[in-house]
């Protein structure tokens, strides 16, 4: 069993659609919680970071943290084309591990007009 | 701008030919790290480097090889131990004190024939 598991996809929506992203987990070491968005040949480009549980708003974009369950959510509202990406999921023990992030295999998202 | 380059954006070799892939950033991060991503695994943490002159393997770093002599550049050779080379390599950096996160370069596409 992965570590992390995330939803390949592919997940396409709507323009405007509410689009929801999950990543479960299984190290309950894990404390720092990071969505990335990349684009076709591009890098990662971090969307959202979290430590602990609970709640971060940004603009269009929510991050949901349940450390009971093991189970980490990213929302985004009203959905455009330009959010047409993968979006990687990604964690860390923190301390010295912190840059050892551990990663989702990542959700291809397509928003059509 | 700041930020992390990583060239050539493509690379083609030979099987059986060592190849070094650059790093560098100016964002006067301390840390640095080499991931690579293959499609349906998300991204794997090959080497990284807290420090100048000081390096530590991730969880795949057979057949990889790094070396940081300067703050600014963390140079990946892929030799030709490594058994499945053609990969997208991607280098990322971070602050070495706190929780800071990750930044990405665009990575380097290598295809080795």
């Known amino acids: 069993q992965k570590e992390v598991e995330q939803d390949p996809g592919p997940l396409s929506v709507p323009e405007g659609a509410i689009v929801s992203l999950n990543c479960t987990y299984s190290n309950s070491a894990f404390q720092y919680f990071m969505w990335y968005r990349q684009y076709s040949r591009k890098g990662p480009e971090l969307l959202m970071y979290?430590?602990?549980?609970g709640n971060k708003e940004d603009g269009r974009f929510t991050a949901q943290v349940d450390k009971s369950s093991k189970y980490i959510s990213l929302f985004i509202r009203d959905s455009q084309p330009s959010d047409s990406a993968t979006y990687l999921c990604a964690m860390s023990a923190g301390g010295t591990s912190y840059g050892k992030l551990t990663f989702g295999q990542g959700t291809i998202l397509t928003v059509h007009p | 701008d700041g930020g992390i380059t990583q060239s050539p954006k493509y690379l083609f070799r030979k099987e059986g030919q060592n190849v070094t892939l650059s790093c560098e950033q100016n964002?006067?991060?301390?840390?640095m790290y080499w991931y690579r991503q293959d499609p349906g695994q998300g991204l794997r943490l090959i080497y990284y480097?807290?420090?100048?002159?000081?390096?530590q393997k991730g969880d795949i770093a057979e057949g990889y090889s790094v070396s940081r002599e300067k703050k600014e550049s963390f140079p990946l050779t892929v030799t030709s131990a490594q058994k499945n080379p053609t990969a997208f390599y991607l280098c990322?950096?971070?602050?070495?004190?706190?929780?800071?996160?990750?930044?990405f370069g665009n990575g380097t596409r290598l295809t080795v024939t």
């Open positions: 990322a950096s971070r602050r070495g004190e706190g929780n800071s996160p990750l930044h």
């Open positions: 480097s807290q420090i100048v002159n000081d390096f």
């Open positions: 964002l006067n991060h301390d840390a």
């Open positions: 979290t430590y602990s549980s």
